[in-house]
Every structure is written in C-alpha cells, then in structure tokens.
C-alpha cells in the first residue's frame, strides 16, 4: 500500500455513490385528494392558502420539531435533589412548541370558531391531517382536548368548566390547555364497565375526591382531565357496573411545594411506539374533582368525547398512509435499480397504487364522516345524518386503524433496507400506526359497538346506510366508465342486505361472530359509493374513476362471503378454540 505511494493514514474509501433520501414536499400541495375534496366542498380561498402556508411550515420546520420529539422521548423525574416527590415529565422543547403551533393555528379552535359552517370540521381534520405525521404525536393530546371540549359543550359550558372550555377552544398559545382521558384501569381498558375500579368521595362543598389507579393515561403533562369513577355513598359504598360510573373533570395543578395535588405519577409506560409522548400509570390519591354527568351516567356522557377521538384517530390513519405514499413516490424518482428507476418499474408502481387506491378509500371515508359530524354540530343533521354518523364512527375507526398498519408497513418495504433504518424517521411511523388499531377501542370492541348502535335503533341505522349508500350510487348510473364499479358496489349492498335479513333470525352469538366481517363490510361498500361518488364530480380526474374501479374490484361484503362457507355457525367457535389450543 505504501509502495504505491498512498500515504501510510488515510480514511476509509468507501465508494462515491451516496443515496439520495426520500424529500417531504408539501403535504397540502402533494395530496390531488384532499385539494380536490376541497375544491368540491370547500373552495374558499382562505381554506387554500391557510392549508397551503401550513403545508409548507410542516414540512420546512414542523416536521424537524416531530423528529426531535421521537429522539428526544419524555421522561419522568420523581424526585427533587433534595429527596421531595415532584413528579415531573421532563418533556422536549419541541413537545412544547407544538402546543403553541397548535394554539397558533387553531388546530381545535377551528372545530368551535366554526367559521365556515357545516364544513368547519372538514377544515380542521384537513389540518390535523396534513399535521399529524409530522406532528411528534402532539395529535394525541388534541384530539383528546377536542373530545374534552365537545363533552363540556353537551354538559353546558359554565361553572366548573367555562374556564377550561375557554381554554381548551382558545388561538391564544399563553392560555392554551390541553386535556387527557382517564378511562382504563388494571382490569379493563374495554369493559370499562367491570374495570372501573377508581371511587369519588363527596366533599361537603358538592366536590368530590378520586381515589383510584389509572393504567393508561396519554400525554400526561396535560392541564387537565376529563374521567370516570364511582360516587361512594354515605355508608361508603358505590354502584357496580356501567349505572355506577360518573363522568369527572379534575384540573392536574400542583401546590405551593410543586407537588402534583391528589396524584402520583407511578411510572412512565415503555411503549412500542408513540414514544415521542409520555403515556402514565397514576395513583389518584384525593384528586379533586367536580361531576360533571348525571350520577350513572359516566359512560353516556364520556362517548361524546369516543366519538371525537375516533374520528381524529382515523384522520391520523388515514394520514399515515397518505405519509408514506409521498416519501415513497419521491424515493421512487430518486433510487434505480436493475439500471432504471424505481418508478419505472411496472411492479413497483403497481404496489404503490394498490397502496394509493387503500389511502384514497380511507381518507374519503374518514371525511364523510367529518361531513356529518359538521352537520350534527351546526343543527341541519337530518335524522338519517345522525344514525349515520353513530354507525360510521366505529366503522371509520375500526377500518382505518387496521389499514393504516397494512399500508405503513407495505410503504416502508418500498424504500428497500432504509425503510428498516431507525434514523430515517420510517419505522416510527409503523410503529405509531400500529397503536390506532388499540386504543380509543379496538377492532372487535368497535364491531360490537356497530351491533350495538344497530340494535338499539332498532336498525335505523342500518336503514340510514342503505338509503344513503344508494343514493350514492344513483347519482353514478349514466356514467359508464363507472358502470363496473357501480355494479359491485350495488351487488354487494344487495349481498349485505340478505345477509341482515338472514342475521334478524339467528341469535346473539352468530351477530357477534360476524360482528367483524359485518364491520369490514359496512366499511368497504360504503367507501366504493364514495369514491364513486367522488368520481362522477365535474372537477374529477380520470385517477378518481381508476381508482373507483380498483377499489371495487376487492370483496366488498366479506360477511356474505364467509356467511355461505358457515363460519358463523355453532360449530365454529369449538373448532376456532380447538385450532388456538391445539397441542
Ligand atoms: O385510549 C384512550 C386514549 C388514547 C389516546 C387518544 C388518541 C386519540 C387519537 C389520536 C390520534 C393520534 S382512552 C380510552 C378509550 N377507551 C375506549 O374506547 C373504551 C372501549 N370500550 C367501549 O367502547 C365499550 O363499548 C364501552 C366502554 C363504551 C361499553 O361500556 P358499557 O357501559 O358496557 O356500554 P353500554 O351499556 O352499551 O353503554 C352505556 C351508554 C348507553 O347509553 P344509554 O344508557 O343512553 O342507552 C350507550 O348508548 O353509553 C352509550 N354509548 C355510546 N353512545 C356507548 N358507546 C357509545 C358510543 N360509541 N357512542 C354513543
Ligand atoms: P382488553 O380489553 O383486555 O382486550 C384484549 C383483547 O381482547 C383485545 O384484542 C380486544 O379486542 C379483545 N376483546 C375484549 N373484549 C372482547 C369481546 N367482548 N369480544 C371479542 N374480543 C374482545 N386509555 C385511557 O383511558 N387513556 C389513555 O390516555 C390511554 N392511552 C393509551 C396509550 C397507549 C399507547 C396504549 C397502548 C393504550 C392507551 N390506553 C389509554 C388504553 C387503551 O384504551 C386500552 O388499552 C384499550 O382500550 C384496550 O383495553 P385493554 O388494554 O384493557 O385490552
């Protein structure tokens, strides 16, 4: 080596050819959807540039401010030096700016400003959903603080709430509060009913103070909290069950010493993901805290704030996606392999409109949702609106949770060996995705949800989605590039409604056997009417009607399908449990 003249120190030679890296454009300006969507509902000038100017900040600046939060992960302090208990969650600087940003753009002030009417929750979530990968998971704790503000607003905003309220719904970054949801304890996340364990004791002031243990509770270094516990009689004893749990609102202050007043931050949760925000368990050691649902009425009055947090989980579903599929598209212009670009390999673009065709399902599902609920809030809901809109909440929920992991997961593949590197930024998006099909209710608790709502509206809904879904259709039947995609949907509505009718006659355990399927079902044909529906706008393009067809081209009623193979049949679920347990 040193008798060919190169000196006896040298660095390495590890070649001259470097990757490019995947560059995030603008989110707004990337999305032909979510433009188009708006172009068709919501065409004001004001909407385009707001979302336009905040696509270009997140992903010039905001998107920086998420990674630091992943890298720079919560942690809690217990002690002072001296020895006393304080509880602190060290959280990062970026953690804290995305709380003003979120004030600053009225990322939930936008839902009660309600500035543009009916559509004011479509122009919000679009926020939220250009934000939301990029948003370190600070979309956590708004939709959280959303859920809060709707439940105040169905109480009555007054006293002991108008200040929050005020807070929680504020532009103002100085006053801006945020909100947690205390509701799974030890023994039940999902039967919150059986789980509750935690009592309220009554002050002689008509207060109350907690005692209890809460096992999951998300950004913790919220201002406040909204909660569920059992009123104790004057003999001490309280109610068990669903009619024993009360709705609670306690503010999370500290006294004179910084101690953490009537809490105890047990630990920190070590989690697969959402890593970037601290998740708790906390000991409620006489946290004060006022009523604010009728004494029983706990779980009723809370589900204005389920429905709130499930549709924000369900735009950061559908937002994963869309995230993933702008990375990997501009991957694809950038990497070669077998001596052409990515994006000239039929195969490779197949996979990544297979992946678009998911993501547009999902986000035109998840925004009709956000229609209705527009609707609901700006009293013009018609009754069908409002069964829809109780059905298609869990729907959205349930589905998009799930696909947001199959798309996410399928997204990082596309980026080879980097989409497995931590310091990409790629495997924290797989890792958050996975946690929306788990909390705020997963799959099969929303499908039983679906069964629910179904019965007691003694099928209205159902009733409601039939006639919608056809009337989605109806405005499709002259355009024949179409035809094929409205006659699928249409046979699979015909399908789902025999299967109902089939259903109405076998019991309980055959409805929630097929509970899942039935939700899956619900969940496609309605999203193939929309994106049809979507298609057959003036201003649509000729990849709105493509990706109609394609998404129709699926087995849209899994519940007819698996009906006729018997698999909701009594002999099932033995065989099912054999299968799991077989040694
Ligand atoms: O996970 C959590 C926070 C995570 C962080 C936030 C992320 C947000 C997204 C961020 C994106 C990045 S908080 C924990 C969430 N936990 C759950 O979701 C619980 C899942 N379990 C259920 O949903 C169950 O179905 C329960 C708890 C609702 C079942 O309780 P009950 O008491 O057994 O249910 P009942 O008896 O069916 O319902 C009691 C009342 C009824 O009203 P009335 O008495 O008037 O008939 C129901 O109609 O509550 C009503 N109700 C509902 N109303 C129950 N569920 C609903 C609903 N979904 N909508 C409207
Ligand atoms: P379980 O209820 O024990 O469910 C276990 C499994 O059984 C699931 O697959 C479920 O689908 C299935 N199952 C349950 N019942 C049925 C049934 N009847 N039929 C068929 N299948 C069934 N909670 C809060 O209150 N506040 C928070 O801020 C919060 N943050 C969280 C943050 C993270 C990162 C995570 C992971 C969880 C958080 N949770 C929070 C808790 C979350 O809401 C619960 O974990 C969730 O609701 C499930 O409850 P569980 O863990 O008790 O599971």
Redesign the pocket.
Known sequence: WEAAGHPPFTRARIGSFFQEKAVLKNPFLEDALLRGYLRRHLPQEVVFSDLCAFGERVAKEVDGWGRECEVNPPRLVHFDPWGRRVDHIVTSEAWKRMKELSAQEGLVAIGYERAFGEWSRVYQMSKLYIFSPSSGLYTCPLA?TDGAAKVIQSVGVSWPVEEAYSRLTTRQPERFWTS?????ERQ????VAS?TETVAVPQTDGSYKLHGF??????TDADMTLTLARVQDRTGATTSGSKGLSLFYAEVSRDEDGRLRGIEVQRL?D?L??RQMP?AELLLDGLPAHRLSDEGRGVASIANMLTITRIHNSISAASAMRRVLQLARDYATRRTAFGKLLKDHPLHMQTLARMEVETRGAFLLVMDVCRLLGREESGIATQLDAHLLRLLTPVVKLYTGKQAVAVVSEGLESFGGQGYIEDTGLPGLLRDAQ?LS????????LS?DVLRCVARSSGMVLHAYFTHTKSLLAGASSVSSLAPAVKAVDGSLSELEEFVQVAATRGQSYL?LAARDLAYSLARIYTGALLIDHACWKGASPSDTYAALRWCEQDMCPVATKQKRGCYDSSTPPLDAALVYDQ
Not at 214 to 219: G, I, L, R, V
Not at 438 to 445: A, F, H, S, Y
């Open positions: 959280m947690g949801q205390w509701m799974t039940g996340g999902s039967d789980g809460k096992w999951f509770t998300s950004a949760k989690k993901g959402t998740t946690v788990i909390w705020e209710g997963t799959t099969n608790v039983l929630e």
